[in-house]
């Protein structure tokens, strides 16, 4: 099993900055990609963006050149660094693993005011 810890969401107004962390803790081996996924109310849930073990990484056209994905091996976190905040950014985020099984953290809430 993989524990997940997703901490850094609020309120920010609109062209603000928010740093989302996620702590993994458990079966680390069974982890080859981490990201942030967000879901808006009354929408599906959407990946934001995820790094590969190798440190790839890949995003969301919506938030290409905003949002910046880094991962802490020796911490076993990643950050979800958010510039540039807009409205259409609010939504709880999720931190999420893949490998081995997926697993998602509880979801942190992410609200940027107009």
């Known amino acids: 099993q993989v524990q997940l810890v997703e901490s850094g969401g609020g309120l920010v107004q609109a062209g603000g900055s928010l740093r989302l962390s996620c702590a993994a803790s458990?079966?680390?081996?069974?982890?080859?990609?981490m990201g942030w996924y967000r879901q808006a109310p009354g929408k599906q849930r959407e990946l934001v963006a995820q790094?590969?073990?190798?440190?790839?990484?890949n995003y969301a056209d919506s938030v290409k050149g905003r949002f910046t994905i880094s991962r802490d091996n020796a911490k076993n976190t990643v950050y979800l660094e958010m510039n540039s905040l807009k409205p259409e950014d609010t939504a709880v985020y999720y931190c999420?693993?893949?490998?081995?099984?997926?697993?998602w953290g509880q979801g942190t809430q992410v609200t940027v005011s107009s």
């Open positions: 999420c693993t893949r490998g081995i099984g997926t697993y």
């Open positions: 458990g079966s680390i081996f069974r982890i080859n990609v």
């Open positions: 790094v590969r073990n190798g440190g790839s990484t």
